[in-house]
Structures are given as C-alpha cells and as structure tokens.
C-alpha cells in the first residue's frame, strides 16, 4: 500500500447529505458541503485545496444539483461525478442501499449492511 495515496473528498450540497453519506462510508473520506451553488472565489479556494486527493463530486438530481455539477465539471474536470438515480432526486432521501451502491462503485467502501435492501 503506497502511504502516498490520495485522500478522498466527497463533495455533497447539504448537511443532510452529508450526515447520510457519512453513516454508510466506511473507509476515512473528506465530505465537503458546498450548501448551494457557489461562486468562482469560494470554488477556486475549494480547487486549490483539493489538489492531488481523490475528488468525487455527489449532487442531487435536480435543477440546483446539475448546475453545481456543470460549474464543478468547468471549473475541476479532474472530479469524478456519482449520480444518484432521478427517482430519488436528492442525495439525503436515496435510501441508503441505493447510495452505497453508488458510493460502491467508485471504489470508495462502504459498510456491508447497507448493500442489502432489507
């Protein structure tokens, strides 16, 4: 295992977001909140301080969500994007073992009681 490995952020809208994705994650993961839409300042400061860590960008599906999205896909190509499925439309109501799937298949691990739908 190479320590130099780089950290993984998850970047989420809200608090509720990211209280949900904390419960599942299992493994250490920085979860950032952006708490809307942001400006090109406050993003850039975000950029720069996300250089060389793992960088996964978890909105909800709907109109706010995909214009963060666009200016994190502008601004921060390098970001990987997890969508939660439309049916769900936000991030804090996906039940949880429809984020860890997600979550999952980004390589990020997650505890094993949320893979089952029970």
């Given at each position: 295992m190479n320590d130099s490995q780089a950290e993984k952020v998850i970047i989420v809208e809200g608090t509720s977001d990211k209280r949900k994705v904390k419960n599942i994650v299992k493994e250490e993961v920085e979860i950032i909140c952006t708490n809307g839409t942001m400006g090109i300042s406050k993003l850039?400061?975000?950029?720069?301080?996300?250089?060389?860590?793992d960088v996964y960008i978890l909105v909800d599906a709907d109109e706010a969500g995909?214009?963060?999205r666009k200016q994190f896909k502008r601004e921060f190509p390098e970001a990987e994007h997890l969508y939660i499925d439309k049916m769900y439309r936000e991030v804090a109501s996906s039940p949880e073992h429809h984020l860890a799937t997600?979550?999952?298949?980004?390589?990020?691990d997650v505890y094993a009681q949320y893979l089952d739908k029970g």
């Open positions: 850039d400061d975000m950029i720069d301080s996300l250089y060389g860590k995909e214009k963060l997600v979550l999952l298949s980004a390589n990020i």
